[in-house]
């Protein structure tokens, strides 16, 4: 089983801008549209770029849960994506180098403009971090922040 292991924040400043120029690091736009989701398992589909789609399975809560992640052929899902739930997330990821760890930062658009979070994917739960200091207030576990909350309910 495949264990995702993250730590999420809210980023209130643009200050992360420079550590992104400085790392070298990537952006990408992500399209996110969920099929099932309640506060301890969801299915999504993520399409990157427009070009490639995967499937992901999420079961759990917290800073650890079960995720099983498998690419889709696009136009499957773009079929499945009529069974949506709520509205799509649109954002623009972005990663930043963080020792050795990398800081997955998303820009979210549309009804979600200005809501900027990072997220740290951790190798254990008792990894040590030397967090910058542009990182707000964390919301590892709050639902109210989840992705799959963000697409039914709109912002907190």
Do not use: C
Request: charged share 25%; hydrophobic share 45%; proline share 4%.
């Amino acid at each position: 089983m495949g264990i995702e292991i993250e730590r999420r924040f809210l980023v209130e400043t643009d200050a992360w801008r420079a550590a992104f120029s400085a790392g070298g690091g990537a952006a990408r736009r992500l399209r996110q549209i969920y099929l099932a989701a309640d506060e301890t398992r969801t299915i999504r589909i993520r399409v990157t770029e427009g070009v490639s789609a995967a499937l992901t399975i999420k079961l759990g809560a917290g800073l650890s849960r079960g995720e099983f992640e498998y690419a889709i052929p696009l136009a499957d899902a773009d079929a499945m994506a009529v069974g949506a739930l709520g509205q799509p997330i649109d954002k623009t990821r972005h990663d930043i180098p963080l020792g050795r760890h990398t800081i997955e930062l998303d820009v979210y658009e549309g009804a979600l403009a200005h809501l900027v979070v990072a997220e740290i994917e951790l190798e254990t739960e008792t990894d040590v971090l030397d967090l910058p200091a542009w990182l707000g207030r964390e919301i590892t576990g709050d639902p109210a922040y989840s992705n799959a909350r963000l697409a039914l309910a709109g912002r907190p």
